[in-house]
Structure formats: structure tokens, C-alpha cells
């Protein structure tokens, strides 16, 4: 039966093999340049080949001062050498094996002025910085990558979505910092909301609406709204929901969310199970409420810890979902401004 599960995580992550884009990297990364100095990153959900996580941290190596760059993949890449072909193979088509690469130094090799990609595979295969074949498949969970992960500070990465609370469970066991992408309807889960709401995960800084455009793996179907095929043939699709979620501070997010609208019973109404007032937009809370409000999930996305305190998520006193009149709104977290006295646990 184990081997059947393990299958079975392995079809969850080939399924999720979502490749971030490097514009949607930067704009992130910009908000947590002084993290990284001195730190060891370890991008475990990468392959080397084409993540452009790796390629980031790479050529950003000395701008952010890192001490040393690990990257793993698991199960090695559907298009591996596509990218970044730093060996030489014989064959049109390199072996599918999970690889680690290590860098501990990013230097001018090639002697044009600047440091790239092109340096990085320079360095690779000089040997100054080591690219092998992982003894296992590359999970995430297995015994070696866990070993890689003790020696990291910082990960940043875009697990599979499918397992994001057995990824973020990992790093919290092992106290890590992290930057990494998942579904914002993540929050909703019961291994996640108990951390926002300890405030020891928050969203992070450049996602907060719409959706994104990942590229896939040659053999994604294509059978949704939104996807397409660039003029190099690789294939795109769109994500709705995403957010960054992180452990990492920046200022932003202490940043006071601007209230306009004043309360009143009529377009505020209690929930039925609840002593709450129900508000359907993170817009419209009501700078004159001193009480509790049941906000939708999006909130999280202007939360100052601050400025609002958590209360709990979805269920009313008799612990059924949150009703008015009956009818249950969309999932609701229940806030209520910073400095109002609470009896709940």
C-alpha cells in the first residue's frame, strides 16, 4: 500500500509540474533583498534545467550576497537540457533523473563584463560548483532532501499545490524561512489558518487579485480558458488565485488598510449563529465598528497585524458555518480592530 500512496504523490506532482515565471520571481523577490545576505537557499521543486527560481538566484548570487545556492528536482525534468544544457549527451533525449546543484561562488568565467547564465554553466563545468544525480527520486520528503534542507536558511520555490500542507507542515518542523507560491484558498485549510493566524505566515507582497500564467510541460493537456502556445512551442496556462506565502517580513505589510465607509445595521447584518456583522469586500469594513466582522479571504492580502486581529475562521457558536438569515456566505474570516478585548480562545 505504501508503494501504491507513493505513486500516487508522484502522479499529484507531476500534475502540479507548474513552472514559475521569471517577471512574477523578481517582482516578489525585490521585497526581501536584505534577507538573503549570507544565507543558504535551497530551491527544492526546481530543476536545475528550467526553474526560474534557480536561474534567479543564480544570477543574482552576488547582488544578494548568498552564501551558497541548492537546488533539487524530483524525478528530473520532462524537457531537461532544453534550458540550460550543461552537459554534453549523446542522445536528443537526456535521461529523466533528479538532480541537486550546488553554487557557492558566481563568477565572471567567460570574461564579458557581466555575470549570467552562461557564467553559471562556465562554473558547472569547471567543476567549481557541482551538479549530480540524487541518489532517490528527489521528493521533497525523502531522507536526502530533508538532509539539504537542515543546512538551508531560507526556501523559495513553488511546491506542488497538490501537497502544499505536507510542504509547509515540513518547513515548519524544521523552523525554515520561506518564500513560496500556493492557492489562496490554502488559507482555508486547518494546517494553515492556525499559522496566520499566530502570525507565523502571511501572504506576500506583489499577488493579491487575478490569476497567473504558468508554463507547463510538453505533455500538459491544453484544455482550459486561457491557455496558449508561444511561438517556440511551449505551452502556457493560467492559475487563478495564486499568492505568494512567506514567513519573510517587509514593510508593506504593516502598512494600516485605508477604512472610508461608516456602519450601519441595514448594510451590515449580524450572522444568525455569530455575534458579527457580515462584510462581503475587504473595502467596505467599517472604519466606526469597534466589534467583530466576518471578512472574505481576500482581507489576508491587506492584513496588518497591527492593525487587526484574528479571531477565527468560517464556524459560528453552534459551530456550523456562518449564516445570515439562513444563507452562508462565501468562506469568512472573523476580525475585529486592534485593541478590542476578546473571550475567544
Not at 546543484?101 to 558547472?124: F, M
Not at 493579491?208 to 504558468?214: A, I, K, L, Q, V
Not at 468560517?314 to 480592530?337: A, E, N, Q, W
Request: hydrophobic letters at 35%; one cysteine or more.
Amino acid at each position: 500500500m505504501a508503494g501504491k500512496a507513493n505513486l500516487q504523490h508522484a502522479q499529484k506532482a507531476k500534475q502540479d509540474e507548474f513552472y514559475t515565471q521569471l517577471t512574477d520571481i523578481e517582482k516578489e523577490l525585490r521585497h526581501y533583498k536584505d534577507h538573503f545576505k549570507g544565507k543558504t537557499v535551497f530551491c527544492n521543486c526546481d530543476d536545475p534545467f528550467e526553474s526560474n527560481f534557480f536561474k534567479y538566484f543564480a544570477m543574482n548570487f552576488n547582488f544578494l550576497g548568498l552564501k551558497k545556492l541548492i537546488a533539487t528536482c524530483y524525478d528530473g525534468s520532462p524537457i531537461a537540457g532544453d534550458e540550460l544544457p550543461l552537459f554534453e549527451v549523446e542522445s536528443s533525449q537526456p535521461e529523466k533523473k533528479a538532480y541537486k546543484i550546488e553554487i557557492t561562488e558566481v563568477t565572471d568565467e567567460n570574461g564579458d563584463g557581466a555575470v549570467d547564465l552562461a557564467d553559471v554553466e562556465l562554473l558547472i563545468r569547471n567543476h567549481k560548483n557541482t551538479l549530480t544525480v540524487l541518489n532517490g527520486n528527489g521528493d521533497f520528503r525523502s531522507d536526502e532532501c530533508i538532509e539539504l534542507l537542515k543546512q538551508a536558511d531560507i526556501v523559495v520555490t513553488n511546491p506542488p499545490f497538490s501537497l502544499f500542507r505536507e510542504y509547509v507542515a515540513q518547513l515548519v518542523r524544521y523552523d525554515k524561512k520561506f518564500l513560496i507560491i500556493g492557492n489562496v484558498n490554502s488559507i482555508t485549510y486547518k494546517e494553515i489558518f492556525p499559522l496566520i493566524k499566530e502570525n507565523r505566515l502571511w501572504l506576500g507582497a506583489s499577488i493579491h487579485s487575478g490569476d497567473r500564467e504558468f508554463a507547463v510541460p510538453d505533455s500538459y493537456p491544453l484544455n482550459a480558458a486561457g491557455c496558449r502556445v508561444d511561438e517556440n512551442g511551449k505551452k502556457y496556462i493560467r492559475v487563478k488565485g495564486v499568492r505568494w506565502f512567506t514567513n519573510l517580513d517587509y514593510p508593506q505589510r504593516h502598512e494600516d488598510l485605508d477604512l472610508y465607509k461608516r456602519y450601519t445595521p441595514e448594510e451590515y447584518p449580524k450572522y444568525d449563529n455569530y455575534d458579527a456583522i457580515n462584510v462581503d469586500k475587504t473595502s467596505d469594513i467599517p472604519y466606526d465598528y469597534d466589534g467583530v466582522m466576518g471578512v472574505p479571504i481576500t482581507f489576508f492580502d491587506k492584513y496588518n497585524p497591527e492593525q487587526f486581529e484574528i479571531i477565527k475562521f468560517r464556524k459560528g457558536d453552534d459551530d456550523r458555518d456562518l449564516s445570515v438569515k439562513g444563507v452562508c456566505p462565501y468562506f469568512r474570516i472573523l476580525i475585529r480592530p486592534k485593541g478590542v478585548t476578546t473571550n475567544e480562545n
